[in-house]
């Protein structure tokens, strides 16, 4: 090889490797430039710049930390199944346990999030059984509990939480909270005994004065048909008139307990949203 050969050659490696340190730091930029992004709360702006980042950094250095990234931008914004599309991948893709846990825990929270509840239960029984997590078991408790928060089944939850700590804040508001529901099955059935009952017990007082008069009313009326041998006057009565109402009552009484726990649970996950200061999906 001559000279002018080797000076090229030189010159050549020169070049690609003050290009490739160039280019590295120039995809670092871009990668802190999403982040500002992302703390100005401008997520799809910040998803655009990761993604772009990913076409052309071809050393994959942020193939892992930038779909984490991309996912909890998703997940400001909203949109929790393109958040999981992204965290998955960035598992896939982790270099060592941790990472795999990371994002295992961030796909449970999204799950949790979107209320797949099942699924996100699925996951957790999945990483439990991973003998490499086995000190986790406190912090899948923990998103396990949540996965039952936001399915409404604080009974359920509050015995995760209570797995951690008897004394737990999250067992102990949810044990509240579950005490104080209604049940949907006694309203129910005591209605079908007394009408009116369910709505007295759900403290719709009014609704159940009214239900309870009609049942009396249509009752009485269809009774005495059938004394005074007014067999087809008893049977209309009866079964469009009494049946309807006797029907709607127990009806109502359901609806009003699911409505009362729903109005409860919406108001117990408010006050974990604002107030509550540990860590939430």
């Known amino acids: ?3 002018v050969s080797k000076l090229k050659l030189i010159l050549v490696s020169v070049f690609i490797i003050t290009y490739s340190q160039y280019a590295q730091t120039d ?3 871009q990668y802190d430039f ?3 992004l992302y703390e100005q709360e401008q997520y799809f702006d910040a998803i655009t710049e990761l993604k772009r980042l990913f076409f052309f950094d071809k050393s994959e250095k942020y193939i ?3 779909n984490m990234f991309i996912g909890e931008c998703y997940k400001q914004g909203g949109k929790f199944s393109d958040a999981i599309h992204f965290v998955t991948f960035a598992q896939i893709n982790a270099a060592s346990e941790k990472e795999i846990y990371d994002a295992g825990i961030e796909i449970i929270r ?3 999030l979107r209320r797949t509840t099942s699924q996100a239960l699925k996951l957790i029984d999945s990483l439990e059984s991973n003998p490499e997590f086995e000190s986790k078991k406190s912090e899948l408790n923990y998103w396990r509990g949540w996965a039952y928060i936001f399915s409404d089944d604080w009974e359920n939850a509050a015995i995760e939480f209570s797995l951690i700590d008897a004394n737990h804040e999250l067992k102990i508001f949810s044990e509240k909270v579950d005490e104080e529901q209604y049940s949907v099955g006694f309203a129910k059935t005591i209605s079908y005994f007394i009408p009116g009952a369910g709505q007295f017990y759900t403290g719709e007082y009014l609704s159940g004065l009214i239900s309870l ?3 009396v009313l249509w009752g009485y009326l269809t009774i005495e048909a059938f004394i005074n041998d007014r067999v087809f006057d008893g049977i209309i009565i009866g079964s469009l008139l009494w049946m309807r109402f006797y ?3 127990f009806q109502n009484a359901e609806e009003f307990a699911l409505q009362k726990n729903l109005e409860m649970s919406n108001k117990a996950l408010n006050y974990l949203q604002y107030q509550y ?3 939430k999906p």
């Open 1 to 3: 090889m001559n000279f």
């Open 277 to 279: 200061q540990g860590l």
């Open 110 to 112: 999204l799950n949790i």
């Open 34 to 36: 999403a982040k500002s």
């Open 64 to 66: 892992y930390s930038g």
């Open 27 to 29: 995809f670092d930029a």
């Open 247 to 249: 029907r709607g009552n």
């Open 213 to 215: 008069g009609w049942n």
